[in-house]
């Protein structure tokens, strides 16, 4: 198959899971993400591999984040707020698997600040 047929049927795959990234972006989602943060915190420091489940399950939410923000005009912060907090999981997802946890939890520090600076920037207060 030719690298142009082969764009032209996964073109329309990528639209449509990009658009619903973005519009499936919900409070509970954020919640959900938040607890998950809570939870990778502690297993971290108890040294337990489930943290691994953790930070891969919050660098796909900050996918579906990244989609969110990528569907509006004026959010290009929020769009690299996004990927850098991907960055950070998997950093979380790679020291984790090394069995270095010490690394694992520098990387959540810096995860857990680039979602504090993004709420800062778009979180609407209560």
């Known amino acids: 198959m030719s690298k142009n047929l082969l764009a032209a049927l996964l073109l329309p795959l ?3 899971t990009t658009v619903i990234a973005a519009e499936g972006l919900t409070a509970d989602d954020m919640r959900d993400a938040e607890d998950t943060l809570h939870n990778l915190d502690s297993r971290i420091s108890l040294q337990d591999r489930k943290a691994l ?12 984040v990244e989609g969110h923000f990528s569907a509006k005009a004026d959010a290009t912060r929020g769009v690299e707020f996004s990927r850098k907090s991907q960055a950070h999981a998997k950093a979380i997802v790679d020291a984790v698997e090394a069995g270095n946890y010490d690394a694992a939890m520098d990387a959540l520090g810096d995860l857990t600040r680039s979602c504090k ?10």
Not at 54 to 61: G, I
């Open 53 to 64: 489940d953790d930070a891969k399950e919050l660098a796909r939410y900050f996918q579906q």
């Open 14 to 16: 990528l639209v449509t």
């Open 117 to 126: 600076t993004c709420h800062e920037v778009y979180k609407k207060p209560k």
